[in-house]
């Protein structure tokens, strides 16, 4: 790839970004190891400290004439021993790019979280997954956005009017039970959720025939997700929004 490229962001070498990490996180070295040499092509990192409130981390891929770039975009550069985990996930989501599992894409901008939590239901689980045979911690992390989640929703009288932003919560009921059953405390949260379904009967009601079609589909395979992905579409109605 040609070094001309020129990103919006700052960018930073690998090695000056995840150094700490391979010094000092034993998981982080174990799954760098095995994992980074899946990726193909040029990765670019760079510092973004205009990320959203709460996402210290991102990974985007930019089209540039027939090239596509790849870009790990972090609030704090270097990482910190902290970061390990979050850094390994991004990094995993560029080896299912190479193993050519597929996610949605949008036709407006505006509609970018809408695809982001639908690819994240079923991508984030298989990237999880895979980190936990190398040691990483995936509950402490999970129980800290969980704890959010809750705190948020309490404030929240009803569920959303509009159509696509109660599909968006729709789409993270079933992450969070899918979860729950890959972390094995799904009796655990079964408090949180019986809350969830007494508060917000219809959005549980739906998220539950989602979640068996999740479950009676698949997603473990890129043919499986393509799969998936073009049923959600269709049963949504989000054709005019969403593509694979």
């Known amino acids: 790839m040609s070094d001309s490229i020129h990103l919006s962001w700052p960018t930073f070498p690998e090695e000056f970004v995840i150094g700490e990490l391979l010094q000092t996180a034993s998981e982080f070295q174990r799954f760098y190891r095995e994992e980074r040499k899946k990726i193909v092509g040029r990765i670019y990192w760079a510092q973004d400290s205009t990320l959203p409130k709460g996402i210290d981390y991102r990974n ?40 050519g599992f597929p996610s949605t894409g949008v036709f407006n901008p505006c509609y970018e979280s809408l695809s982001s939590a639908l690819n994240s239901m079923v991508a984030d689980l298989i990237v999880d997954q895979r980190l936990q045979k190398y040691g ?10 969980a704890a959010e989640s809750l705190r948020q929703l309490e404030r929240v009288p009803r569920p959303p009017a509009g159509r696509l932003d109660r599909t968006h919560w729709i789409f993270n009921y079933v992450a969070k039970v899918l979860y729950w059953e890959l972390l094995d405390t799904r009796e655990e949260h079964c408090g ?43 049963r949504y109605k989000l054709e005019r929004i969403l593509r694979v």
């Open 60 to 99: 985007t891929r930019i089209e540039a004439g027939e090239q596509i770039i790849q870009v790990i975009l972090l609030r704090r550069v270097p990482a910190s021993l902290e970061d390990a985990f979050k850094i390994a996930h991004e990094l995993e989501h560029l080896v299912l790019d190479t193993e």
């Open 136 to 145: 990483f911690d995936l509950r402490a992390d999970y129980e800290a956005e």
């Open 192 to 234: 949180f959720q019986a809350w969830f379904d007494g508060k917000f009967p219809d959005t549980a009601s739906r998220a539950k025939k989602l979640l068996a079609r999740v479950k009676r589909v698949g997603y473990d395979t890129p043919e499986k997700q393509k799969r998936l992905f073009q049923e959600i579409i269709r």
